[in-house]
């Protein structure tokens, strides 16, 4: 919104304060992620610029750490485990998230509230507490260790998200529409895949993405529920980082931020979807 041409002095120096406010934070939050790309594309193994880089020389860049993410095992390895683990636990999420947040929004379900704080409490609670609780919990069942331990467990961390975005979009929905359906002869099953799931399909959509990133990213769970056979893509970063300084770690995480912005966008576009859906305006 432009500054009017009748604003105050005071609303002229608070015009241009908030907006060197609001540079700043975005320059704070965005700066330390920029300037891993082009790190990544150092040709030598040092998590620093060269005078070379600096100067723009062509033989100063490289793809050699990205090709060594292609062509090493351990990376490949680590790669093909947050692949198996991540769509699967995002489905189980998906799954009980939005059956969680339909049954939470009808209006006769006692002490929804106190459900809702209990099912979301996994984004509250400091992750190394949940960590060491699925840890001891696991044990006690067989799990941990195993491929469906660390799934359920990501699961568990991504269920908080699907209830959330579900039930911002049941707020607008219409129940007549409900009735309606039954009225014509259509059971709970059918009435919620033909008349609410096309409706809530866009925060459906929405939660299971938030859901697939924050498995794909997690670390801190699966080195405590996880082994050695499911080491995922942030385990072996994490392992590169303590073990050996690897700037092939750079060119992973260019990737992961061009996947998560690839992501976002797709949540923006959902998000104007699910808007005009209800009829309001994306603006």
């Known amino acids: 919104m432009a500054l009017p041409p009748y604003a105050s002095t005071g609303q002229r120096v608070w015009f241009w304060t908030f907006r060197t406010i609001c540079v700043a934070i975005i320059?704070?939050?965005?700066?330390p992620i920029l300037v891993v790309i082009p790190l990544?594309?150092?040709s030598t193994n040092f998590f620093t610029f060269t005078p070379e880089m600096?100067?723009?020389?062509?033989?100063?860049?490289?793809l050699r750490h990205y090709q060594d993410f292609?062509?090493?095992?351990?990376?490949?390895?680590?790669l093909w485990n947050s692949v198996r683990i991540a769509p699967v636990a995002t489905l189980v999420a998906v799954v009980l998230g939005t059956v969680a947040a339909v049954g939470l929004s009808q209006s006769h379900v006692?002490?929804?509230?106190?459900?809702?704080?209990?099912?979301?409490?996994?984004?509250?609670?400091?992750?190394?507490i949940s960590a060491a609780g699925m840890y001891f919990f696991y044990s006690r069942l067989g799990l941990q260790g195993t491929y469906w331990g660390v799934v359920l467990a990501?699961?568990?961390?991504?269920?908080?998200f699907v209830i959330?975005?579900?039930?911002?979009?049941?707020?607008g929905f219409d129940r007549s529409l409900v009735r309606a359906a039954a009225n014509m002869g259509a059971g709970p099953v059918r009435t919620f895949f033909k008349v609410q799931m096309p409706l809530i399909l866009p925060g459906v959509i929405s939660g299971a993405l938030f859901a697939f990133i924050t498995s794909f990213d997690e670390v801190v769970v699966v080195l405590f529920v996880g082994s050695a056979s499911?080491?995922?893509?942030?385990?072996?970063?994490?392992?590169?980082?303590r073990e050996q300084i690897s700037p092939t770690i750079l060119a992973v995480a260019t990737i992961l931020v061009a996947i998560s912005v690839a992501l976002l966008t797709t949540l923006e576009l959902l998000r104007r979807r699910s808007e005009k859906l209800r009829g309001m305006s994306p603006g």
């Open 27 to 31: 320059f704070f939050l965005i700066m």
């Open 40 to 42: 990544s594309f150092n």
């Open 54 to 62: 600096l100067r723009f020389e062509p033989g100063a860049y490289s």
């Open 70 to 78: 292609f062509t090493n095992p351990d990376w490949q390895n680590a």
């Open 110 to 128: 006692p002490f929804r509230g106190t459900i809702m704080a209990i099912l979301i409490s996994p984004m509250i609670v400091p992750l190394i």
């Open 154 to 160: 990501h699961a568990v961390l991504g269920i908080p």
């Open 164 to 171: 959330i975005t579900v039930t911002a979009t049941l707020v």
């Open 230 to 241: 499911q080491k995922t893509l942030p385990w072996q970063m994490f392992i590169g980082l």
